[in-house]
């Protein structure tokens, strides 16, 4: 079950992310607590939103197929898209907050955004949501 989960995030080594996760998918009580004495998850510090937002950037990294070196040695190069995410999943725009020069990276950054819609369902609460992500060689912020 716990293999299941970190499968789920893509490679990221993040462990709150991989217990919101857990807790998402319901493996919360797999999780041996001996491994972690030193941290301490409750189910309730996490919101819908937080959960959301792990499931988000999973698909954004999960569709950033970006090779860096196809920018050569400029690793500082950021592309910054934003979009306004409907409760539905759905978006209602994207755009360019800033692009990085570099004609490539630009496309790939909007082509990933645009591969990953429709994205989970927002909270119930919530009736848009509008995000930036920052792509760069070094990958996603």
Known sequence: MLKTCLLKIMGINIFSIFCVLCLCSGCYS????????DTTIAQSEYTPMDIWHVAFF????????YDPGL???DQ???VHIILKILKTGYTKYI??????????????AMNT????????????????????IIFSPRGLK
């Open 30 to 37: 797999q999780l041996d607590n001996n491994k972690h004495k």
């Open 58 to 65: 999973s698909t954004i990294q999960k569709n950033w197929t």
């Open 71 to 73: 920018t050569g040695l």
């Open 76 to 78: 500082k190069l950021e």
């Open 95 to 108: 755009r360019y907050d800033s692009k990085s020069g570099n004609e490539l990276l630009d496309e790939v």
């Open 113 to 132: 955004v645009l591969k990953s819609i429709p994205f989970q369902k927002l909270p119930k609460d919530i009736e848009f949501y509008e995000v930036g």
